[in-house]
């Protein structure tokens, strides 16, 4: 979720940290109990003290010894109560049966502070080893994916965009194999509930309805307590998760980030970002760019991520026909989605922009601007940055923004109908750069500096993943002594890969 600056709850030892086990109260079909597989000599990669204060924990504890054992699967502390969850889903459109947690093992919940937006928060732990879903897998996760997940969990909540987090990452020197070997890790997950869309089609599709229902009603009374009184409680759950789905795609959108596999088993049934892959950052403007090398057709690039967003909720009304009663019923509650993408999408437009009002010819302004960014082959991240320090008077201010485009003319003419557009609302500069540094991020996680902290990790230096974990939990500060970070990406990223395996 989109979790605000609280006071945390009363620091906690490990040994004080209260653990429930909700999950476990579903009947034993929904999961199986069991022991997480221990590595040898695991050692501490980073840990995130803004994730630990969100469930009272001691960042301390992160140089406990213990903790390290417990939180990569070698301890199992009495309040841990692991499990591994059964769910299905289709992958890249098409049906897959079963999946399951092939390499994620649930430790259990911890009660949040009453000030808290959520209850609870569940732990997770992905990489501790095989279990009944690993699919002929080892159930590990490597070094380089499981820093990845660790630094973007932090980073998307850091842009404020709702999203599982990462309490710590571990590491061991034992090798897994992969395209070629590697060293093994495990990363702590944290979320509300990691109950997927395809958790619910599972049950669906193997005809088993009662267990829809007993999943739909703990989900309901869990996460959505407001909707337990409604006339039509699933009808009212499937337009809830689709609107939640919406405003959380047109968020990605709006900084650029790709997601890669927008799986059914990737989908959070609370609309937060789920299971960090192969995601990438847009950086040269293209929105055909594909993130995931696996995806050879193009099914998750960024053009098509709103509308696969949509594609999953029509997956999701599928499983919850049975509940829901009609088709019509069904069409209904999902009929908001594009009105819904939409309406954030212009406000998000809107706010990037520095735009207080919003006028008919809006969409035409945006509409030329990515025309000419995609032309261009202009940086996303930069460009929005850069475009709050433009004078609403004068050209003084535009030369590192021209520079960048080799079309000169047409950015001269979007400059010109964009000064035209400020003067309407009577602009201040000064405090229209403010509001554009609100939303508009210096500090995203690209891949070229994963890929340093991920290289220096495999040699045991873990100080860059610090680094930037500081770096991207304030993504919006000017952080002066960070702007090293905040440049356009060296010529050797551009051959940097992702795939699924990432």
Same mark, same amino acid.
């Given at each position: 979720?989109?979790?605000?600056?609280?006071?945390?709850?009363?620091?906690?030892?490990?040994?004080?940290?209260?653990?429930?086990?909700?999950?476990?109260?579903?009947?034993?079909?929904?999961?199986?109990?069991?022991?997480?597989? &221990?590595?040898?000599?695991?050692?501490?990669?980073?840990? $995130?003290?803004?994730?630990?204060?969100?469930?009272?924990?001691?960042?301390?504890?992160?140089?406990?010894?213990?903790?390290?054992?417990?939180?990569?699967?070698?301890?199992?502390?009495?309040?841990?109560?692991?499990?591994?969850?059964?769910?299905?889903?289709? +992958?890249?459109?098409?049906?897959?049966?079963?999946?399951?947690?092939?390499?994620?093992?649930?430790?259990?919940?911890?009660?949040?502070?009453?000030?808290? @937006?959520?209850?609870?928060?569940?732990?997770?732990?992905?990489?501790?080893?095989?279990?009944?879903?690993?699919?002929?897998?080892?159930?590990?996760?490597?070094?380089?994916?499981? @820093?990845?997940?660790?630094?973007?969990?932090?980073?998307?909540?850091?842009?404020?965009?709702?999203?599982?987090?990462?309490?710590?990452?571990?590491?061991?020197?034992?090798?897994?194999?992969?395209?070629?070997?590697?060293?093994?890790?495990?990363?702590?997950?944290?979320?509300?509930?990691?109950?997927?869309?395809?958790?619910?089609?599972?049950?669906?599709?193997?005809?088993?309805?009662?267990?829809?229902?007993?999943?739909?009603?703990?989900?309901?009374?869990?996460?959505? &307590?407001?909707? +337990?009184?409604?006339?039509?409680?699933?009808?009212?759950?499937?337009?809830?998760?689709?609107?939640?789905?919406?405003?959380?795609?047109?968020?990605?959108?709006?900084?650029?980030?790709?997601?890669?596999?927008?799986?059914?088993?990737?989908?959070?049934?609370?609309?937060?970002?789920?299971?960090?892959?192969?995601?990438?950052?847009?950086?040269?403007?293209? &929105?055909?760019?594909?993130?995931?090398?696996?995806?050879?057709?193009?099914?998750?690039?960024?053009?098509?991520?709103?509308?696969?967003?949509?594609?999953?909720?029509?997956?999701?009304?599928?499983?919850?026909?049975?509940?829901?009663?009609?088709?019509?019923?069904?069409?209904?509650?999902?009929?908001?989605?594009?009105?819904?993408?939409?309406?954030?999408?212009? +406000?998000?437009?809107?706010?990037?922009?520095?735009?207080?009002?919003?006028?008919?010819?809006?969409?035409?302004?945006?509409?030329?601007?990515?025309?000419?960014?995609?032309?261009?082959?202009?940086?996303?991240?930069?460009?929005?940055?850069?475009?709050?320090?433009?004078?609403?008077?004068?050209?003084?201010?535009?030369?590192?923004?021209?520079?960048?485009?080799?079309?000169?003319?047409?950015?001269?003419?979007?400059?010109?109908?964009?000064?035209?557009?400020?003067?309407?609302?009577? $602009?201040?500069?000064?405090?229209?750069? +403010?509001?554009?540094?609100?939303?508009?991020?210096?500090?995203?996680?690209?891949?070229?500096?994963?890929?340093?902290?991920?290289?220096?990790?495999?040699?045991?230096?873990?100080?860059?993943?610090?680094?930037?974990?500081?770096?991207?939990?304030?993504?919006?500060?000017?952080?002066?002594?960070?702007?090293?970070?905040?440049?356009?990406?060296?010529?050797?990223?551009?051959?940097?890969?992702?795939?699924?395996?990432?």
């Amino acid at each position: 979720m989109n979790y605000p600056e609280i006071l945390p709850p009363p620091h906690r030892s490990l040994a004080e940290l209260e653990m429930g086990a909700r999950f476990a109260e579903l009947p034993p079909t929904f999961y199986t109990r069991l022991a997480c597989t &221990p590595l040898p000599a695991p050692y501490l990669i980073c840990g $995130s003290e803004a994730a630990a204060n969100l469930i009272g924990l001691d960042p301390a504890e992160f140089h406990n010894p213990h903790f390290i054992e417990a939180f990569t699967g070698n301890l199992a502390l009495p309040q841990f109560s692991p499990l591994a969850a059964v769910y299905s889903g289709h +992958q890249f459109g098409v049906w897959a049966g079963q999946l399951g947690d092939g390499r994620a093992i649930l430790l259990g919940d911890i009660a949040l502070a009453p000030d808290q @937006i959520e209850s609870h928060m569940e732990l997770q732990l992905k990489g501790a080893g095989s279990t009944p879903y690993s699919r002929m897998g080892d159930g590990r996760a490597v070094l380089r994916s499981s @820093i990845r997940e660790f630094l973007c969990s932090e980073a998307m909540a850091g842009l404020g965009i709702p999203t599982s987090r990462a309490l710590c990452v571990t590491g061991s020197d034992k090798y897994v194999l992969r395209e070629s070997p590697e060293t093994a890790a495990v990363v702590t997950r944290m979320a509300p509930s990691f109950i997927r869309f395809g958790s619910f089609e599972h049950w669906f599709y193997n005809q088993k309805h009662e267990e829809l229902k007993i999943l739909a009603d703990y989900v309901i009374a869990q996460s959505y &307590p407001y909707l +337990q009184d409604h006339a039509h409680p699933y009808q009212a759950l499937l337009k809830e998760v689709t609107h939640r789905t919406a405003k959380l795609v047109a968020q990605w959108q709006s900084v650029g980030f790709m997601h890669g596999v927008l799986n059914t088993d990737n989908m959070s049934i609370l609309g937060l970002t789920l299971d960090y892959g192969p995601f990438g950052f847009m950086e040269a403007y293209d &929105p055909g760019h594909i993130c995931n090398h696996t995806d050879q057709q193009g099914r998750y690039s960024y053009k098509n991520q709103p509308q696969i967003g949509h594609w999953n909720c029509y997956a999701l009304g599928q499983a919850l026909l049975p509940l829901i009663g009609e088709v019509d019923d069904v069409h209904a509650a999902l009929s908001d989605y594009e009105s819904v993408f939409e309406s954030s999408m212009g +406000q998000l437009w809107q706010a990037k922009l520095g735009l207080q009002t919003s006028l008919p010819h809006d969409q035409e302004l945006i509409t030329s601007l990515f025309m000419i960014m995609q032309h261009n082959r202009i940086d996303f991240t930069w460009f929005f940055r850069q475009l709050a320090h433009l004078s609403s008077e004068s050209n003084a201010e535009d030369t590192a923004l021209r520079d960048m485009f080799l079309d000169r003319s047409a950015f001269d003419a979007w400059i010109g109908q964009y000064r035209s557009r400020l003067k309407q609302e009577n $602009s201040q500069d000064e405090e229209r750069k +403010q509001r554009m540094h609100a939303v508009n991020p210096k500090y995203v996680l690209r891949n070229y500096l994963a890929q340093v902290a991920i290289e220096k990790a495999q040699q045991k230096d873990f100080s860059e993943v610090e680094k930037l974990l500081t770096i991207l939990q304030h993504p919006f500060d000017e952080q002066p002594e960070h702007d090293a970070y905040a440049a356009l990406p060296p010529a050797w990223a551009s051959s940097l890969e992702v795939s699924c395996s990432s």
